[in-house]
């Protein structure tokens, strides 16, 4: 296997990862959980800059979901503290690597001062073109249809006979608009199901399980996550192409 530096070849262009675990990861050491959202941090910092080195073009992170505020109000002041801490400690990295923060879901959820750190970022990095990171936060996949197509229908009201509308239009509207096409759903922490991530983007993304917890999933393990992407036949519905 080669050093952790090396690029594997090829990667996806865009890969998302739905980061769970981190509960079970402070459980199992006897921590509050809080102590297992930050090393989860630390796993993120590892990623970004992995996918970064290695040439991914677009990253998406499902940090926080719609769903997650119905978590203890604590547990989610800790989650915004630490999302706060992220967007100082990485501005640099980020602007340095060229790389261009976007956020999707509810972001007007998002407590004023995170909020702040986060569209100054976005802001900041808007001209950046080295990889596309974007954080899911308040997100949920439909909930992002939804608002979509409320927002396709306010504007149909302009006209008489509103057109229907096309795939290509409601891909358009979505928040994930500007993103290449997903290529690959990880999931960390043994659990089989997509949470309302992604749920339109995914249609045709291929997906990777893995038991190790969000807070112990690393480089390393993402490399092995892409060797084993890069030898999948996509299909697409159609037929395989004749073997020789
Ligand atoms: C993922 O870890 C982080 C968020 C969902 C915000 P969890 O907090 O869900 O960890 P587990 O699933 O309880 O172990
Ligand atoms: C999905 O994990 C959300 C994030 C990783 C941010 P959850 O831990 O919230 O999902 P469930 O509750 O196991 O489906
Ligand atoms: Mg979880």
């Known amino acids: 296997m080669a050093e952790d530096g090396a690029r594997p070849a090829p990667v996806p262009g865009h890969a998302a990862i739905i980061m769970d675990g981190n509960g079970r990861w402070a459980r199992q050491r006897g921590l509050p959980r809080e102590a297992g959202h930050r090393e989860g941090a630390r796993s993120v910092r590892d990623i970004v800059r992995a996918c970064r080195e290695w040439g991914v073009r677009a990253l998406t992170l499902y940090a926080f979901s719609w769903q997650n505020w119905d978590r203890p109000s604590a547990e989610v002041e800790a989650l915004m503290g630490l999302l706060a801490e992220f967007l100082a400690d990485e501005r640099e990295e980020i602007l340095t690597n060229q790389i261009r923060l976007h956020a999707i879901g509810r972001l007007h959820r998002i407590p004023a001062p995170v909020r702040t750190l986060l569209d100054a970022l976005m802001a900041e990095s808007a001209g950046n073109q080295g990889m596309i990171l974007t954080l899911a936060l308040s997100y949920g996949g439909r909930e992002s249809i939804v608002d979509a197509v409320n927002h396709r229908l306010a504007s149909g009201f302009r006209h008489d006979t509103p057109a229907p509308v096309t795939e290509e239009e409601l891909t358009g509207l979505l928040p994930t608009g500007i993103l290449p096409p997903v290529d690959l759903v990880i999931r960390t922490s043994g659990e089989l199901r997509v949470s309302n991530f ?27 996550v892409f060797e084993d992407f890069s030898g999948r036949q996509r299909r697409y519905g159609q037929v395989s192409p004749p073997s020789r």
């Open 198 to 224: 992604l749920l339109w983007e995914c249609a045709y993304a291929e997906f990777f399980f893995t038991p190790t917890l969000w807070p112990d999933f690393r480089r390393a393990e993402l490399r092995a």
